[in-house]
Nanobody, 124 residues
């Protein structure tokens, strides 16, 4: 059973930066594609970014492209989401997720394991 634990959320002013981390345990981390999703207040969960098992394939939602960077450290069983130039509309609970395959996906229902979420609040 894969367990995911996010950290790094918080309150930041618009234009600022945050780095989220997601530590994985209980599985073969290097075999799994990973993703970040977010759920803004009163809205449905939405795709943010996904990365393949080797880290060579990365996908981003248009709304974060050029501002967010997704990376993985296989040795540490951890993925990171570097968020720069944050905007108030980035305010959401951010969730880390893992697939059972190495192919990344933008669809939340294709992810089998989820973290508990971390709150990111961007003030204007």
């Amino acid at each position: 059973q894969v367990q995911l634990v996010e950290s790094g959320g918080g309150l930041v002013q618009a234009g600022g930066s945050l780095r989220l981390s997601c530590a994985a345990s209980g599985g073969t981390f290097s075999n799994y594609a990973m993703g970040w999703f977010r759920q803004p207040p009163g809205k449905e969960r939405e795709f943010v970014t996904a990365i393949g098992r080797t880290g060579s394939s990365t996908y981003y939602a248009n709304s974060v492209k050029g501002r967010f960077t997704f990376s993985r450290d296989i040795a540490r069983n951890t993925v990171y989401l570097q968020m720069n130039s944050l905007k108030p509309e980035d305010t959401a609970v951010y969730y880390c997720a893992s697939r059972r395959t190495g192919v990344p996906s933008t669809r939340p229902y294709e992810y089998s394991y989820w973290g508990q979420g971390t709150q990111v609040t961007v003030s204007s």
